[in-house]
């Protein structure tokens, strides 16, 4: 299912409507952060990941 040009314009003014003008670039900014920091923290946990060797977890070990 393929949105043509006409749905695009319907979901905008019901955007536009439901959020007001002067709100959307403040969602927009929130969003980009937001996109912004899981990225950064996507980074920062494969440079921690790379300092400290991998150790196997056995589970098989265990003595009960």
């Given at each position: 299912?393929?949105?043509?040009?006409?749905?695009?314009?319907?979901?905008?003014?019901?955007?536009?409507?439901?959020f007001?003008?002067?709100?959307?670039?403040?969602?927009?900014?929130?969003?980009?952060?937001?996109?912004?920091?899981?990225?950064?923290?996507?980074?920062?946990?494969?440079?921690?990941?790379?300092?400290?060797?991998?150790?196997?977890?056995?589970?098989?070990?265990?003595?009960?």
């Open positions: 299912m393929t949105f043509g040009p006409t749905e695009m314009i319907v979901v905008l003014v019901i955007v536009v409507l439901l007001g003008a002067n709100k959307i670039p403040q969602l927009m900014t929130g969003l980009g952060q937001g996109i912004r920091n899981f990225k950064r923290g996507l980074k920062d946990e494969d440079e921690e990941g790379k300092d400290r060797p991998r150790v196997p977890s056995d589970t098989n070990d265990k003595v009960t």
